[in-house]
């Protein structure tokens, strides 16, 4: 168990975003305004939508996205309308990932779940809006783009976001109780649930833009190891974190027996896992440099995951003074 005493109950830090201001405004304004809905639209289902678009979250990959497709010289709003695609899909991931069915959660980018607001068949109906304007934005940007590429770019969503992806990993999430709950269970639904959204936003770019095997070999490695490196830290946030810190729900892979990889491994193991992935990374990275004018935004956000490194870090030895931690 972990004990979250009430001093440690601080309200969430909001995070800086991988664009400069300008660049995060217009690509936030993407995600409010590219789903219109009108008067028309019945209201518990216009509810979800507008309370979805309304609390964005970090927009960490369509930061990413948007970022790339710009290196590559594509045009702003073709940019924008990739990574606010990509967006919508994960958007619409967590809407589901938070019915009662799933995950049973409450809170969610800081404001109470839309299924609780507008009820879970509405909730289900808008992640089915996200996911439908998403493919709609995708078709926009295939457009003009030649036709091997396009191809790629087509069998890596179906890749990520098919039955062999995040809908794979989220089913073996669901059923973690079935497994031996050993560590290979749990990377195995961090590599469906996590790393092929990771994977679809460095990816979905170079495959547009028809990069080389070098590059797609490289942005591959670095998207195994930056999707690692998400789900542990996200797997350490649930431990140790209260729900006003991190703006969602914690505490679930515990009372839900879901995968969680320091759970499983101790928390100095999966500690030593987290800095051997993004050690990848950074290496990575570095060699990306000399491959992608302009990919800067990997450094941004190779730093951003290092400093949630340090604040995991620090609370774990906040928890180990006050005795908080009791298991391995």
């Not at 547009?208 to 930056?226: K, Q």
């Not at 009372?255 to 990374?281: F, I, K, T, W």
Request: hydrophobic residues 45%.
């Amino acid at each position: 168990m972990i004990a979250r005493p009430d001093h440690m109950k601080k309200a969430p830090v909001s995070r800086p975003g991988l664009l400069d201001a300008a660049g995060q405004e217009f690509v936030a304004a993407g995600f409010s305004g590219l789903l219109p809905v009108d008067a028309g639209v019945e209201r518990h289902l216009r509810g979800v939508i507008d309370d979805t678009l309304s609390h964005p979250g970090s927009l960490a990959r369509a930061h990413l996205a948007y970022s790339l497709m710009r290196s590559f010289g594509f045009d702003p709003d073709v940019a924008r309308h990739l990574g606010v695609a990509i967006e919508y899909f994960h958007t619409a991931s967590l809407l589901l990932d938070d019915l009662p069915c799933m995950d049973n959660a409450t809170m969610r980018r800081g404001t109470t779940c839309p299924h609780i607001v507008h009820g879970e068949a509405a909730a289900i109906l808008g992640a089915l809006a996200l996911i439908t304007r998403a493919y709609n934005l995708l078709w926009s940007v295939f457009d003009g783009v030649s036709r091997d590429n396009r191809n790629k770019a087509a069998e890596l969503v179906h890749q990520c976001l098919g039955v062999k992806g995040i809908l794979n990993g989220q089913s073996y999430d669901l059923h973690f109780s079935e497994s031996d709950r050993r560590k290979e269970d749990v990377l195995r639904v961090a590599q469906g649930k996590t790393v092929t959204l990771i994977r679809l936003t460095l990816l979905l770019p170079v495959h547009i833009h028809g990069a080389g095997p070098a590059v797609v070999e490289l942005v591959e490695r670095l998207a195994a190891s930056w999707g690692l490196a998400y789900q542990i830290l996200d797997d350490f946030k649930d431990l140790v974190m209260s729900d006003a810190e991190t703006g969602k729900t914690t505490a679930r892979d515990e009372h839900l027996d879901h995968p969680n990889l320091p759970r499983v491994m101790g928390v100095a193991r999966a500690a030593d896992v987290l800095a051997g992935q993004l050690e990848e990374s950074r290496g990575v990275i570095a060699a990306l440099y000399r491959l992608i004018p302009g990919s800067e935004v990997l450094d941004r956000l190779q730093s951003m995951l290092e400093t949630e490194q340090g604040n995991v870090h620090a609370r774990l030895r906040t928890c180990h003074a006050n005795r908080a931690i009791t298991f391995a």
